[in-house]
């Protein structure tokens, strides 16, 4: 079973950072890419971040030249510094892991990130 250590969480003003890191274990499976999304209108996530075995990248627009993710593939670790913060980035992250071997997406619990004045 696909389990999801994820930490970094917390408030911050706004134009302070924050590193959130998701840990991925227990998968049979190679995991493809390792990321984070968020929802939008109280349902969908959508992508923030995320970082591919062959070492690519791909963000949101909104967080483009803000936040940058890492990967060490080794471990399935993965961290996403969140620098700038803004109003608009409150939500919870969700850590999303895809094994494209198993064509199997899985979602950690999430962690909350608060920007506020």
């Known amino acids: 079973q696909v389990q999801f250590v994820e930490s970094g969480g917390g408030s911050v003003q706004p134009g302070g950072s924050l590193t959130l890191s998701c840990e991925v274990s227990?998968?049979?499976?190679?995991?493809?890419?390792i990321g984070w999304d968020r929802r939008v209108d109280g349902h969908k996530l959508v992508l923030v971040a995320e970082?591919?075995?062959?070492?690519?990248?791909k963000y949101a627009d909104s967080v483009q030249g803000r936040f940058t993710i890492t990967r060490d593939s080794t471990k399935n670790l993965a961290y996403l510094q969140m620098n700038n913060l803004q109003l608009e980035d409150t939500d919870t992250y969700y850590c999303?892991?895809?094994?494209?071997?198993?064509?199997?997406?899985?979602w950690g619990k999430g962690t909350p990130v608060t920007v506020s004045a």
């Open positions: 227990g998968s049979a499976f190679r995991i493809y890419s």
């Open positions: 999303h892991a895809y094994s494209d071997v198993a064509h199997m997406d899985y």
């Open positions: 970082s591919y075995l062959n070492g690519g990248t």
